[in-house]
């Protein structure tokens, strides 16, 4: 059953087959190029392509196959596959190291991407790039838009606006996806150390006053593939798009649905502040965004959070 539903018809299986003959032969190319394919993102798209029959090839990537902070070994690799698409799934993630790491945050989430940007515009590719909801300060009370100026609190948020901006002012091809709460079956995140936590321990204190929407990896690698076959039918729609599970929650409730999920008898969860947690970076109390664009631009509906949630943890379980 597909996970987004009011989608818009792509290939029969004729046009699909006629695709796969003249990819064979050498007469269609549509390379994509993954980077950062061995994070949560990227492994879900690896997983997601590899069981789909696309009209396209795609080129999974890190930074110890592809340094996207050198422009000319990024130019040429461009070039020697013949890449049409770029996903930039790299990023500086750690949200309390970028405070005193900085220098590593910015070369990855704004030097990556500026030169993204250039060589995008001068091969004419173009790209899916993926941002976050740390790019706003939190202030609002009700779901943010994508034309909501964004005022980021932390290095993190700071170095990813500054990402954003390098793609924009570059003047190519090219979607922004900003994202929040991010949790999938691959590498850490807050889903898996929950579940191990709760396994080892009696009691867990969790912060209750910072309310997000957490977002399942699989759904937003599915929205990205979409987006690609959307646009070959269509037409390449440029902007900025918000995309996460539906709903919200906070830290603290999106723990104990985690606990309820997972079936986990023992550990008492145990509501806390933000200042009582204490945290070196500062953190957005409320980072909720509104998913209307996303929707009418691609015809799509979006699971909501605790849905995607028991389909991860059933995989994880």
């Known amino acids: 059953m597909p996970i987004f539903t009011g989608m818009t018809k792509l290939l029969g299986e004729t046009e699909k087959e006629?695709?796969?003959?003249?990819?064979f032969y050498g007469l269609v190319q549509k390379n994509v190029l993954v980077t950062g394919a061995n994070g949560q993102l990227g492994n879900e798209l690896r997983v997601l392509t590899a069981r789909m029959n696309l009209p396209f090839q795609f080129f999974f990537t890190d930074s110890d196959t592809l340094d996207v902070t050198d422009r000319e070994q990024l130019s040429a690799f461009v070039?020697?596959?013949r890449i049409l698409y770029?996903?930039?799934c790299a990023a500086y993630t750690a949200v309390d190291r970028?405070?005193?790491d900085f220098e590593a945050a910015y070369a990855v989430n704004e030097k990556a991407v500026e030169n993204i940007a250039l060589v995008t515009r001068q091969e004419g590719i173009k790209v899916i790039h993926i941002s976050t909801d740390f790019v706003f300060d939190g202030q609002s009370k009700i779901p943010y838009t994508e034309e909501t100026e964004p005022n980021p609190l932390s290095v993190y948020g700071q170095s990813k606006l500054k990402g954003?901006?390098?793609?924009?002012?570059?003047?190519?091809?090219?979607?922004?996806?900003?994202?929040s709460w991010l949790y999938s079956e691959y590498g850490n995140n807050f889903v898996k150390t929950m579940i191990r936590l709760m396994r080892e321990r009696d009691r867990l204190t969790i912060v209750d006053d910072q309310r997000g929407a957490p977002t399942?990896?699989?759904d937003l690698a599915e929205m990205i593939v979409h987006i690609l076959q959307y646009t070959e039918e269509t037409e390449w729609k440029t902007g900025i798009y918000h995309f996460s599970n539906r709903g919200e929650t906070s830290w603290f409730g999106f723990a104990e649905e985690i606990k309820r999920t997972a079936g986990i008898d023992r550990c008492e969860l145990v509501p806390v502040?933000?200042?009582?947690?204490?945290?070196?970076a500062p953190r957005p109390k409320y980072s909720v965004?509104?998913?209307?664009?996303?929707?009418?631009?691609?015809?799509?509906?979006?699971?909501?959070?605790?849905e995607a949630l028991k389909r991860c943890v059933d995989l994880l379980m």
Not at 164 to 179: C, F, V
Not at 273 to 280: H, I, Q
Not at 289 to 306: G, Q, R, T, Y
């Open 18 to 23: 006629t695709l796969k003959q003249q990819f």
């Open 79 to 81: 070039r020697d596959y």
């Open 86 to 88: 770029i996903i930039n």
């Open 98 to 100: 970028a405070e005193t």
């Open 164 to 179: 954003e901006k390098a793609l924009q002012a570059a003047g190519g091809e090219w979607i922004i996806l900003r994202t």
């Open 216 to 218: 399942y990896a699989a």
């Open 273 to 280: 502040t933000t200042r009582e947690y204490g945290a070196s």
């Open 289 to 306: 965004m509104n998913l209307s664009k996303i929707c009418a631009a691609f015809h799509v509906e979006i699971p909501d959070w605790k």
